[in-house]
């Protein structure tokens, strides 16, 4: 299957691969395939959070004197912390 954006990247051994997109549109192409075939794990919650981020940014909730910066600030600050215990 072929998505048409971002690199495929392996590390100097060969046993690891990343997948790197470094644009929107490529991100959009990527969440609107997880969105037609979503996870079953908890996975999936973390491709809503990206969906909402997008939106935001979409919006420029993050430009420094826009009224709702907050709301991407606990967003970001919520994907940081998503896997601590």
């Known amino acids: 299957m072929k998505l048409g954006c971002g690199n495929i990247y ?3 051994s060969g046993s690891l691969s990343n997948y790197v997109i470094n644009d ?3 991100i959009k192409i990527i969440l ?3 969105y037609k075939y979503p996870f ?3 996975k999936y919650l973390d491709c809503m959070y990206y969906q909402i981020l997008i939106l935001y940014i979409e919006l420029k ?3 420094k004197n826009n009224p ?3 709301k991407i600030n606990k967003l970001i600050k ?3 912390n ?3 215990i």
């Open 24 to 26: 929107l549109i490529g």
């Open 32 to 34: 609107a395939y997880l």
């Open 78 to 80: 919520l994907f940081k």
């Open 40 to 42: 079953h794990t908890i």
């Open 61 to 63: 909730y993050h430009y």
């Open 10 to 12: 392996y590390d100097k």
């Open 68 to 70: 709702n910066k907050s």
């Open 82 to 84: 998503r896997y601590k």
